[in-house]
């Protein structure tokens, strides 16, 4: 999406440029989610054929994020089967991390209603600043907010809030690169903020490391 800066396009029109900039690298990198102790867990993360996967070992498992035009589908991969993750686990942590599948699924991407807040810059980035209330019974959040790169398409950060307005989580790029004229994450940080004082309780940390070349 190419926009010039102070020209507000439609939300459904960021969103979708943001639901085709997720699947656009066809590639896998080394990655962990990794806790404020240091404790890491190791993840191979690829995007193939329009499917983004998240590859864990011990146990073996991976999590298939498949985007589409109207909706997203989260799968699971174990033991030689593969499952669509129902609403009913929505609300589960991936790996004892504070990542749960909804937030891995990024559903909120497909949310009705958005409407543009403005322009901020994030991270030195110009972004186009969202809001969406989440669907009635359809998610643990009650709305959130998302920046998203007026250039790349990228999510920047997202804020998710709970059914009474107060902030609950938030998702952060630390820092990203260029690779081969693509956008590239390197770190995002994910924060649970206790909703009655709005400070953090938990941190976990997404770290992008090196490319798996093929073969």
Do not use: C, H
């Not at 699971?76 to 937030?103: K, P």
């Not at 559903?107 to 322009?119: H, I, M, N, S």
């Not at 995002?188 to 997404?206: H, N």
């Amino acid at each position: 999406m190419s926009v010039a800066w102070g020209e507000s396009p439609p939300a459904e029109q960021i969103l979708r440029t943001a639901r085709e900039a997720s699947l656009q690298t066809e590639a896998a990198y080394r990655a962990e989610l990794e806790d404020e102790e240091g404790e890491s867990v190791p993840l191979t993360i690829s995007a193939r054929d329009g499917v983004v996967s998240y590859a864990f070992t011990d146990p073996a498992q991976t999590i298939q994020l498949v985007l589409g035009p109207e909706s997203s589908e989260l799968r699971e991969v174990r033991d030689g089967r593969t499952v669509t993750i129902r609403a009913a686990r929505y609300a589960e942590v991936l790996r004892g991390t504070n990542v749960t599948f909804e937030d891995l699924s990024l559903r909120l991407l497909y949310w009705p209603r958005a409407r543009v807040l403005g322009e901020e810059t994030v991270r030195t980035r110009r972004t186009w600043k969202l809001e969406m209330p989440a669907p009635r019974g359809d998610s643990q959040y009650g709305a959130a907010r998302v920046w998203i790169d007026q250039k790349s398409g990228a999510v920047m950060q997202i804020e998710a809030y709970d059914p009474a307005g107060r902030l609950v989580k938030r998702f952060e790029v630390i820092s990203a690169q260029q690779r081969s004229g693509r956008w590239m994450l390197r770190t995002m940080r994910v924060e649970s903020l206790d909703p009655a004082t709005g400070k953090p309780t938990r941190r976990t940390y997404l770290r992008v490391r090196d490319e798996v070349k093929a073969g």
